[in-house]
């Protein structure tokens, strides 16, 4: 199956639009592409029952975030402090960059 194209990358700020953290804001921590999922910090947090030994030496219960469907987050605009969507713009010298519809800022650093 082919996966869409991605516009959004690896320490993004994206608010969530749909589902049980809609309205949350996070950093992207990390981008599945095959799968069209993304971790956000702090969304999604999954409870995992854990028994002592191996790489955990006290057992219990660990939190970690789990992965959202790409097409339930908006990249968040600096400027606009909303919820974008982008277009790529193609500067001078050759390199494309991604830049908010709304404002017209600049989004990659």
Do not use: F, Y
């Amino acid at each position: 199956m082919l996966s869409a194209k991605c516009h959004i990358k690896k320490d993004d700020k994206v608010k969530v639009i749909a589902g049980k953290d809609k309205g949350k804001i996070g950093k992207v921590m990390k981008i599945n592409r095959k799968n069209n999922r993304i971790v956000v910090e702090n969304i999604n947090i999954m409870k995992r029952h854990v028994k002592p030994g191996g790489q955990h030496r006290q057992g219990g219960i660990i939190e970690s975030e789990g992965p959202i469907q790409r097409s339930n987050v908006m990249l968040m605009c600096n400027k606009c402090v909303t919820p974008i969507r982008i277009k790529m713009k193609r500067l001078e010298d050759g390199k494309k960059i991604r830049v908010c519809r709304k404002c017209g800022e600049i989004i990659d650093s």
